[in-house]
């Protein structure tokens, strides 16, 4: 499986961790995030992970800002991205199973490495349910696309 991995300058150090600890795991894994701590502004890096996806060069993405919240709300502004920002394993299991999530953020300032290698392996490997949960994503796109009617 091929990720998109971004951050910002509040979160290089979780970045390189979950990118050594997925590669060596067999994912590969495709760095669009800063490599230093200056200053830099999240949304040119959602924007380029959400990109790849979007033209389907990597399979998944994982934005990661100092909360991520700024990265999550950037991502969902994108056509065909569901980005879910997770802090524990429970939410990345449902992100996938009932929101079919393409990407997920997290919050380098929030959680600590263990929790986000924890969440990273549970999104990576849970599969969307489809089945009652399909339409909904696809009012999801409707909302999206403006055609979601009241
Ligand atoms: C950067 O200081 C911080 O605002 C950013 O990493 C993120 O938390 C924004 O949502």
Redesign the pocket.
């Known amino acids: 499986m091929k990720i998109a991995i971004a951050?910002?300058?509040?979160?290089t150090a979780l970045k390189n961790h979950i990118k050594n600890y997925l590669e060596e795991k067999g994912y590969e894994i495709v760095n669009f995030g800063t490599d230093t701590e200056e200053?830099v502004d999240?949304p040119i890096y959602a924007h380029k992970v959400c990109r790849a996806i979007q033209e389907k060069t990597v399979d998944k993405g994982i934005l990661i800002?100092?909360?991520?919240?700024?990265?999550?709300?950037a991502a969902n502004k994108e056509k065909g991205i569901r980005a879910a920002l997770c802090a524990e394993p429970f939410s990345a299991k449902f992100a996938r199973q009932h929101n079919d999530a393409n990407v997920l953020c997290m919050?380098?300032?929030v959680i600590g490495t263990g929790m986000a290698r924890e969440i990273c392996d549970v999104f990576l490997t849970e599969e969307f349910a489809g089945g009652h949960h399909s339409p909904r994503l696809q009012m999801i796109r409707e909302i999206e696309d403006g055609t979601f009617g009241d």
């Open positions: 951050n910002d300058h509040a979160a200053s999240y800002c100092g909360t991520g919240l700024g990265m999550s709300m919050g380098a300032r």
